[in-house]
C-alpha cells in the first residue's frame, strides 16, 4: 500500500527545551494537572510528530498545569524510509514493550535507554495522550485500557467513533499502562492510545490533532478560545466500546489469515474461521465477534496478530 504521509522536519522540534532532546515542557506557572502528549514511540508512525509539530508551531500555552510533548524514539525516526517503514519501528525492541520496572531497569537496547531518558517526564504526567499509527488501513482506534476512568474519558472526548477496551500486550508493557496509569487506586490519573489509521495515510495528522484539542479542554488545560479552529473535527454520531476478549499472539512463523482483514468486520457466528496458526484454526468464541488491528506485517513469536471483542455495553460483567 503507498505511503502518502511525507516525512517532517523536526530538526528544531527535537531540540527540546528540557535539556532531553525531544522533550518539551510548557509550564503556564499555575496550579493544574501535568498534561503528557507522546509522539513517535515508533519511528515509522509519522502522524504524532507532525501534531506534536503542529502544537508548538501554534505558539498554545497552557493556561493551567503544565504540558509535556516527548518525541520519543528519535533514532529510529532518523532512519525512516518510506519503501521500508516498516524497518524504522524500532533500533533494538519495540519501544511500547518496555515499560515495565524490570526493563527500565536495563540499558542493554537502544530503547531501554531512550526510555530512561523520558521516564522523569513521564512520571510527572498526571494525564498522558500517546499517538500511534497502525500498519494496516483502518478507522481510527482509541485504547483505554480496562480502568472504567479511562472509557469514560474516551467517552467524554466524544471521538474517535471506535473505542477499544483492553489489557495490553503478552510481549511487554506500553507506556499508557506503565505504573499508576493502570493502578486502580490511582484515581486522578488517565491515558488514552490513539491509533490515527495506517501509518501512511496523509489525514492522520488532523485526527491527531483533533484529540489534541479534545484531551486539552478534557484536562482543563487551555481554553476553547485558545485552540485553532481548524484542529476540531466534526464529532460522530454515536462511539461503539468494544471490549478485546482474547488476543491472538503468534507461537511461531506459521501463522496465516483466510482474507485479508482490514479490521473492524463483525463476524455473525460463533465458529467462523479467520486463519490458521501452526495447522489449526482460529475461530471466533462468540456470535458477533470484531477483529480489532489484524496485521502480520511485524510477524513473529509472541507477537499480537489479532484481537477478538464484543460490544463493551452488552458484556455481562463491569470493569
Same mark, same amino acid.
Request: aromatic share 6%; hydrophobic share 40%; proline share 5%.
Given at each position: 500500500?503507498?505511503?502518502?504521509?511525507?516525512?517532517?522536519?523536526?530538526?528544531?522540534?527535537?531540540?527540546?527545551?528540557?535539556?532531553? *532532546?525531544?522533550?518539551?515542557?510548557?509550564?503556564?506557572?499555575?496550579?493544574?494537572?501535568?498534561?503528557?502528549?507522546?509522539?513517535?514511540?515508533?519511528?515509522?508512525?509519522?502522524? =504524532?510528530?507532525?501534531? #506534536?509539530?503542529?502544537? &508548538?508551531?501554534?505558539?498554545?500555552?497552557?493556561?493551567?498545569?503544565?504540558?509535556?510533548?516527548?518525541?520519543?524514539?528519535?533514532?529510529?525516526?532518523?532512519?525512516?524510509?518510506?519503501?521500508?517503514?516498516?524497518? !524504522?519501528?524500532?533500533?533494538?525492541?519495540?519501544?511500547?514493550?518496555?515499560?515495565?520496572?524490570?526493563?527500565?531497569?536495563?540499558?542493554?537496547? %537502544?530503547?531501554? $535507554?531512550?526510555?530512561?531518558?523520558?521516564?522523569?517526564?513521564?512520571?510527572?504526567?498526571?494525564?498522558?495522550?500517546?499517538?500511534?499509527?497502525?500498519?494496516?488501513?483502518?478507522?481510527?482506534?482509541? #485504547?483505554?485500557?480496562?480502568?472504567?476512568?479511562?472509557?469514560?474519558?474516551?467517552?467524554?472526548?466524544?471521538? *474517535?467513533?471506535?473505542?477499544?477496551?483492553?489489557?495490553?500486550?503478552? @510481549? =511487554?508493557?506500553? +507506556?499508557?499502562?506503565?505504573?499508576?496509569?493502570?493502578?486502580?487506586?490511582?484515581?486522578?490519573?488517565?491515558?488514552?492510545?490513539?491509533?490515527?489509521?495506517?501509518?501512511?495515510?496523509?489525514?492522520?495528522?488532523?485526527?491527531?490533532?483533533?484529540?489534541?484539542?479534545?484531551?486539552?479542554?478534557?484536562?482543563?488545560?487551555?481554553?476553547? /478560545?485558545?485552540? *485553532?479552529?481548524?484542529?476540531?473535527?466534526?464529532?460522530? @454520531?454515536?462511539?461503539?466500546?468494544?471490549?478485546?476478549?482474547?488476543?491472538?499472539?503468534? *507461537?511461531? +512463523?506459521?501463522?496465516?489469515?483466510?482474507?485479508?482483514? %482490514? =479490521?473492524? /468486520?463483525?463476524?455473525?457466528?460463533?465458529?467462523?474461521?479467520? =486463519?490458521?496458526? @501452526?495447522? %489449526?484454526? #482460529?475461530?471466533?468464541?462468540?456470535?458477533?465477534?470484531?477483529?480489532? +488491528?489484524? !496485521? #502480520? $506485517? %511485524?510477524?513473529?513469536?509472541?507477537?499480537?496478530?489479532?484481537?477478538?471483542?464484543?460490544?463493551?455495553?452488552?458484556?455481562?460483567?463491569? &470493569?
Amino acid at each position: 500500500m503507498q505511503f502518502s504521509l511525507s516525512l517532517p522536519d523536526i530538526q528544531e522540534e527535537r531540540q527540546g527545551n528540557t535539556g532531553v *532532546p525531544g522533550i518539551w515542557c510548557l509550564d503556564s506557572g499555575e496550579a493544574g494537572r501535568t498534561v503528557m502528549i507522546s509522539a513517535l514511540i515508533h519511528g515509522n508512525e509519522l502522524c =504524532g510528530a507532525w501534531a #506534536l509539530k503542529a502544537v &508548538l508551531a501554534s505558539g498554545l500555552k497552557p493556561r493551567r498545569g503544565k504540558l509535556i510533548l516527548a518525541f520519543c524514539n528519535l533514532d529510529a525516526f532518523d532512519r525512516f524510509d518510506p519503501e521500508r517503514h516498516d524497518a !524504522s519501528r524500532y533500533v533494538d525492541e519495540d519501544m511500547n514493550r518496555v515499560w515495565s520496572d524490570q526493563k527500565l531497569a536495563q540499558t542493554q537496547t %537502544q530503547e531501554q $535507554r531512550r526510555a530512561r531518558a523520558i521516564l522523569p517526564w513521564l512520571e510527572q504526567a498526571d494525564w498522558l495522550l500517546d499517538l500511534h499509527s497502525m500498519h494496516e488501513p483502518s478507522a481510527p482506534l482509541l #485504547l483505554t485500557g480496562t480502568l472504567a476512568r479511562n472509557i469514560e474519558l474516551a467517552r467524554t472526548l466524544g471521538a *474517535p467513533e471506535h473505542v477499544i477496551v483492553d489489557s495490553g500486550h503478552q @510481549d =511487554g508493557v506500553r +507506556m499508557r499502562d506503565y505504573g499508576r496509569f493502570s493502578d486502580p487506586e490511582a484515581h486522578e490519573a488517565r491515558s488514552l492510545l490513539l491509533e490515527c489509521g495506517f501509518h501512511g495515510d496523509p489525514d492522520t495528522p488532523a485526527i491527531a490533532l483533533d484529540l489534541i484539542a479534545r484531551f486539552l479542554l478534557a484536562s482543563e488545560t487551555v481554553e476553547k /478560545e485558545d485552540l *485553532p479552529s481548524d484542529w476540531r473535527r466534526a464529532s460522530p @454520531d454515536t462511539q461503539r466500546v468494544l471490549q478485546v476478549t482474547h488476543a491472538i499472539v503468534a *507461537p511461531s +512463523m506459521q501463522v496465516s489469515f483466510d482474507q485479508n482483514w %482490514q =479490521g473492524l /468486520e463483525t463476524l455473525a457466528d460463533a465458529g467462523t474461521a479467520i =486463519g490458521q496458526a @501452526d495447522g %489449526q484454526a #482460529l475461530l471466533t468464541p462468540y456470535d458477533n465477534c470484531t477483529l480489532v +488491528m489484524p !496485521s #502480520l $506485517r %511485524q510477524l513473529r513469536p509472541g507477537v499480537t496478530v489479532v484481537r477478538l471483542a464484543q460490544n463493551y455495553d452488552a458484556l455481562s460483567w463491569t &470493569l
